[in-house]
Every structure is written in C-alpha cells, then in structure tokens.
C-alpha cells in the first residue's frame, strides 16, 4: 500500500477573514481547527469547510464576540455552535462538548458542550483518527493526540475510541471515506463494526442515503468503500451487491474473477475517466450507481451451458433483470425518486454495443437515444467503457472500436446528448387543414417513427411527409 504524502511542513492557508477572527478568539479563549479541513489540508486538498472549535469560553460569549463579525445563527445552541456568515463564506464555530448514548439510532445522543474539556478528550468523540486532528491555527501546531496522521500516511482508516460503536452510521462513513481518500479499514475497527451490524435497522433512510452519496459523486477508489461493507459484514445490509459475491464469470472474458470483483474493477476504471472526473454531481451520481448496478441481474441469470464447443458460465438476460434491481436498490437507499428514472436505462441497455457495428444504424441509434431519456447515448457510452476497463488485464479493442462507433455515430445524428424530438407536432397538422381530435395522436406517433427511421430530418421534410400520407388513399 502506498503511503499518503502528508503536508505537515506547511502552515494551513486561511482565509484572511477567518485569520481575523481566529486573532480575535486567541485573545479570550482557545480556537483550534478541527475535522474535515485539518484532514484535507495534510492530504494536500484544498479545505473546502473551516470548522472552529473554541474552548476557554461559554456559548453567550462566543456568539457575542462574532456577532460584529457577520450574521449569526445560533439555531445550533444545543450543540454549543454559532454558524457566521460573512460575504462569500460560512463558517462553524463550536464549543468543545461530550456526548453520551441516550438511546437507540443516530440521533440517540445527550450532547454538553463542555469550554473546559481538554483537546485530547475533545477529539475523543470522533469518529476516525484522521478526523481526530486539530490545528492551532495561530501557532501552527498538530494536536494529535489518536495518531490521526500516521494513519494518513498509512492510509489507515481506524476508530478513535470503543464510542464509535455508539452511531452506527459511521460504518457508512467509514465507506465512503475509504472510497474518498484510498484507505483500508483497520482489522479491530472492521471487527468492532461487524458487532455492530444490526444496528443497521435503526438508521433513518435518508442518512444512509446521505453517505451512498459522497461515495458516487467524491469517491477516488470507489472498491474501497465496497471493500469496507464486506469486512464489516454490512454488504448484507445491499443484498443486491451481497448477491454478485461469488456468482463466476467464464475466465477467458473475465479473468479477473467472480461478479463482485468485475464490479469493483469497473467502478474504480470510472472514476479515471475524464468524462466522469470532469462531470457535475448530479452525473457522478447517475453514472457510479449505474456502472455499481450494471450486473446486478447476473445472480438471477448465470448458468453454466455449451457456448461453441465449451461449457461455459453465460448470464443471458442479465441487463433486464438488472434494471428492476437497480430501481430496488436506490429505494433500498433512499435515493431521490427520480434517480431510478436515469440509472434503470442504463442498466437495461449497458451491452447495446454487442449487436456488432452492422447493427448501429442511424434508426437504432435513434432508437436508443429515445429508450434512454432522460439519460443519454453519453451516459451510456461512459458506463459501457467503464464496464469494458473492468476486466484486467484484458482490453477489447473491439468492443472499445464499437463504443466509439456508437458515440461517433450519435454525435453525426444530434443525439448523444438527448434523445430526438418529435418534429411534426399539432400545430402542422392544423396548418395542414386538419381539426384536432382523436385522429391527432396516430399521425403524430406515425410521423415519429418515421423521423426515427429517417424519412426525415427538419420541419420542411415533415410537411413533405405529411402531405404524402394525406395525400395516399
């Protein structure tokens, strides 16, 4: 495993607002930088939240020494935290606290903040090391008193104390933060994980959907994160990527072992293409839950048969029953409803490929385009070049010449982005003398189809084509 390059020679870049106000702290209490920033800052990665936690102080004196800073909010009271927003930047200032297990699920804490706790028993209540290290951001000091950047630089991912077993939720946090930043889960945090795996059931649905998430849209080795549900014994808890573990594939096409691993394989080759590095969040998100998804239907569909003189492992049918599988599994999740409605086609169609390049006509792509929406040709040509990367060593050149066919092919026709439109519409046929009725929607879909197979392209060839057939008897 590759150690992480830790970049603790250099004092963290602050905002020059936020220096201000950490100078004007410094003076009645003691702010250190915690969490998040502190973690991104020694990989090298631009922290994107600052997070302060300011011991010496109560909350009424901390709200009333930021109050000329910018605009409060101190709707976290409870908590012991005030959120200032100032121009261009928000940021969360707390009061070191203690928590204690109240009761069952994620929300079951007592929390008390506490001015007088030491850094040490302040880091105490995180979930991982490499969340436990603060920063004194004045006197450029590491407070790390869990071990937080050895196990960066080991890319361990270990528990900070016997609490993490209180909020299970940290499991999925332990996933995606594995897939984030390339780490393996230490063997007593895995273990400890796994006696907490019933547990499971108490996590409200749109918190375990909040960590699948960050594992879509921030992942680097998203396998990772997969990695962590097996040792921990939680892939039970997603039975449909439980039911790919084990299910083999014929050597000779997928050297690289069973479902399970091809799948793993093929999500971590997405995340290095540029069209996925270089994607919005809301394509991340569409394209790794359809690329994780895209074989689920290979438990139900692989049986060992005769295939041109051999007996080999084949899954006939596999993408259609893995659509209705994909959509199960994102209501497993909590996904948004409407994710399903751009994962499910990609899934169903992920070997349109395979027809041959005879078979990608200029009305199959169409076609294509249209079975899609409202994902796209693009979409799809991403998860088929991810699933073809994910059989190392083997690279199909092709399959690869096929892909970019159809790519080619759907950019010449306007449709690689979205699927084709209807040309002729209502208003035509009214210009054509027709009344609107009944009679309306037959011409219309009639007319679309043959946009689809070509008859023609622009508003003047569908008048055309529509007087011929007012015109046929």
Not at 155 to 161: D, E, F, G, K, Y
Not at 361 to 375: E, G, I, K
């Amino acid at each position: 495993m590759r150690p992480i390059a830790v970049n603790s020679g250099a004092a963290m870049p602050l905002p020059r607002d936020l220096l201000e106000i950490l100078q004007m702290l410094r003076k009645a209490g003691r702010p250190r930088l915690v969490g998040g920033c502190v973690r991104d800052w020694l990989l090298g990665l631009a922290p994107k939240d600052y997070d302060v936690e300011v011991a010496g102080l109560d909350y009424e004196t901390l709200a009333r020494l930021l109050a000329p800073c910018g605009a409060t909010d101190l709707v976290g009271r409870s908590f012991g935290v005030v959120k200032l927003r100032m121009e261009g930047a928000e940021y969360d200032f707390s009061l070191p606290r203690r928590e204690s297990k109240t009761g069952a699920g994620h929300r079951g804490f007592a929390v008390a903040p506490d001015p007088g706790l030491s850094d040490a028993d302040a880091a105490a209540r995180r979930d991982f090391t490499i969340n436990a290290i603060a920063c004194d951001p004045l006197g450029g000091v590491l407070i790390d008193p869990h071990g937080g950047e050895a196990d960066l630089r080991a890319r361990v991912l270990r528990h900070t104390s016997p609490a993490f077993a209180e909020d299970p939720l940290r499991v999925l946090r332990g996933m995606q933060l594995a897939a984030r930043f390339d780490l393996a889960l230490a063997p007593a945090t895995a273990a400890l994980c796994r006696s907490i795996a019933d547990s499971f059931r108490e996590l409200p649905v749109e918190r375990i959907w909040g960590e699948w998430e960050k594992w879509a849209v921030k992942s680097v080795v998203p396998s990772r994160g997969l990695d962590v549900l097996e040792q921990t014994g939680w892939l039970a808890h997603f039975p449909e990527i439980a039911a790919m573990a084990g299910v083999p594939q014929d050597p000779s096409w997928h050297p690289e072992g069973d479902v399970l691993k091809h799948t793993k394989h093929c999500l971590d080759a997405l995340c290095g293409l540029t069209a996925w590095r270089d994607a919005g969040a809301a394509r991340r998100r569409r394209l790794t839950f359809a690329v994780l998804a895209h074989d689920f239907g290979k438990a139900a569909t692989t049986v060992r048969q005769e295939r041109r003189g051999e007996m080999r492992w084949i899954s006939p049918g596999h993408a259609e029953v893995g659509g209705p599988l994909a959509e199960t599994f994102l209501g497993r999740i909590g996904a948004p409803l409407d994710l399903a409605d751009w994962v499910r086609p990609l899934v169903l169609h992920h070997l349109a490929h395979h027809q041959g390049q005879e078979a990608i006509t200029d009305a199959a792509v169409r076609r294509l385009a249209r079975r899609l929406a409202p994902s796209s040709i693009d979409d799809l040509a991403v998860v088929m070049e991810a699933d073809h990367l994910g059989r190392p060593p083997l690279v199909c050149a092709d399959s690869a010449a096929r892909i970019r066919t159809l790519a080619d092919r759907a950019h010449a026709l306007a449709v690689r982005d979205a699927a084709p439109r209807p040309i002729l519409l209502g208003r035509h046929l009214i210009e054509a003398g027709l009344l609107p009725g009944p009679g309306f929607k037959p011409v219309i879909d009639a007319a679309f189809e043959a946009q689809l197979e070509g008859a023609f392209a622009d508003e003047a060839g569908a008048r055309v084509w529509l007087r011929r057939r007012l015109a046929a008897p």
